[in-house]
């Protein structure tokens, strides 16, 4: 589809420069060939008495050159047109590629996101449905039997709601004009923390306590909650994530690091990716997810105009940092 779009794109752009490239070819062929036979006339009446030519061989002598400056002019447009068209030619279809492109590469990437968001809607379903349907055909199900079916498909249900709530939540943020005010990341960093309900031990939190910046509060706690969500998951249980506050020129925000599996580098690339899992060993039981969260952080953090990166290697430490661009100058009061 997109090829064909190209060819015709091009064909616009080059009819557009062949009608123009014509245009001005008749233009200067008209002002030139007028130019040429005024000069050969002029030349030829003053030469013509010290050569004694008679009036008819006279215009005879004009006619030819005019002719022959004319066939020359003519000869030299044709080349010079041939010459822009195929050059035209060549850029029409770059530029052609070049506007299209991004189309192409959004067109990808909604059929990429439809065909995937379609899988992960259709296991749960599947699942849900072969369990009742086995129960339906089972007319000794037993009261413990149906409560670990209804409970499984409550895990189902629970899941899929998960699911479309990030969907909805990438859907907004592609149109979403976000509020900003200042925000201290402390107390963001403070507030997820309590949410998890995990000890001192588990989660540690330093760095510069006065840092702020100009974001959205709720889009920064959700930054912070989705990074620790999966530090948590892939990290042993007794092992420390540390959360450091830091500030880089005139960005501030967090690194999050845990110990655990690590991250390939082949994988690494492709973590930010929507609905991208890494291997079996890090979405195994409880940690399998959707690989929409770290999509979802990315998004946010482009709408605030900050970075993101990751740093990490198989059993390795790995670092995810968040930052933001800086509120004023002044410390964050609120603590």
Same mark, same amino acid.
């Given at each position: 589809m997109f090829e064909?779009? +190209?060819?015709?794109?091009?064909?616009?752009?080059?009819?557009?420069?062949?009608?123009?490239?014509?245009?001005?070819?008749?233009?200067?062929?008209?002002?030139?060939s007028s130019e040429v036979g005024n000069r050969i006339g002029t030349i030829q009446r003053t030469a013509r008495p010290s050569f004694n030519l008679n009036?008819?061989?006279?215009?005879?002598?004009?006619?030819?050159?005019?002719?022959?400056?004319?066939?020359?002019?003519?000869?030299s447009l044709i080349i010079t047109n041939a010459c822009i068209w195929l050059a035209g030619g060549v850029g029409s279809y770059y530029l052609a590629r070049r506007t299209l492109r991004p189309i192409k590469e959004a067109h990808e990437a909604q059929s990429r996101f439809s065909s995937d968001a379609s899988h992960e809607l259709r296991t749960p379903l599947a699942s849900m449905k072969t369990e009742l349907e086995v129960a339906l055909r089972d007319p000794n199900l037993k009261k413990e039997e149906m409560r670990e079916l209804l409970t499984s498909n409550l895990e189902e249900v629970?899941?899929?709601?998960?699911?479309?709530? +990030?969907?909805?939540?990438?859907?907004?943020?592609?149109?979403?004009?976000?509020?900003?005010?200042?925000?201290?990341l402390a107390s963001a960093a403070?507030? /997820?923390?309590?949410?998890?309900? #995990?000890?001192?031990?588990?989660?540690?939190?330093?760095?510069?306590? #006065?840092?702020s910046v100009n974001a959205n509060t709720?889009? /920064?706690e959700e930054l912070l909650t989705i990074l620790l969500d999966n530090a948590l998951k892939y990290s042993p249980e007794?092992? #420390?994530?540390?959360? +450091?506050?830091?500030?880089?020129?005139?960005?501030?925000?967090?690194?999050? +690091?845990?110990?655990?599996?690590?991250?390939?580098?082949?994988?690494?690339?492709h973590i930010f990716d929507r609905f991208y899992r890494a291997d079996a060993s890090r979405t195994n039981g409880n940690k399998k997810g959707y690989g929409l969260g770290l999509s979802l952080a990315k998004?946010?953090?482009?709408?605030?105009?900050?970075?993101?990166?990751?740093s990490s290697a198989p059993?390795?430490?790995? #670092?995810?940092?968040?930052?933001?661009?800086?509120?004023?100058?002044?410390?964050a009061k609120n603590q």
């Open positions: 064909s779009a +190209t060819v015709k794109l091009t064909a616009w752009y080059l009819a557009i420069i062949v009608a123009v490239s014509l245009l001005f070819s008749v233009v200067i062929y008209s002002i030139a009036p008819t061989k006279y215009n005879d002598i004009r006619d030819i050159q005019v002719r022959e400056a004319e066939g020359n002019l003519i000869g629970n899941k899929l709601t998960k699911l479309s709530q +990030t969907l909805l939540q990438l859907s907004q943020l592609d149109h979403h004009n976000i509020e900003r005010e200042k925000v201290a403070r507030a /997820v923390i309590e949410r998890f309900g #995990t000890s001192e031990k588990r989660v540690k939190l330093e760095g510069n306590m #006065t840092l709720s889009n /920064v007794d092992s #420390t994530v540390t959360i +450091t506050i830091l500030q880089q020129k005139q960005l501030s925000g967090f690194e999050v +690091t845990n110990s655990g599996p690590g991250i390939s580098a082949a994988i690494l690339p998004r946010i953090v482009e709408l605030h105009d900050g970075e993101l990166a990751v059993n390795a430490m790995t #670092t995810f940092r968040i930052l933001l661009p800086n509120s004023a100058q002044n410390p």
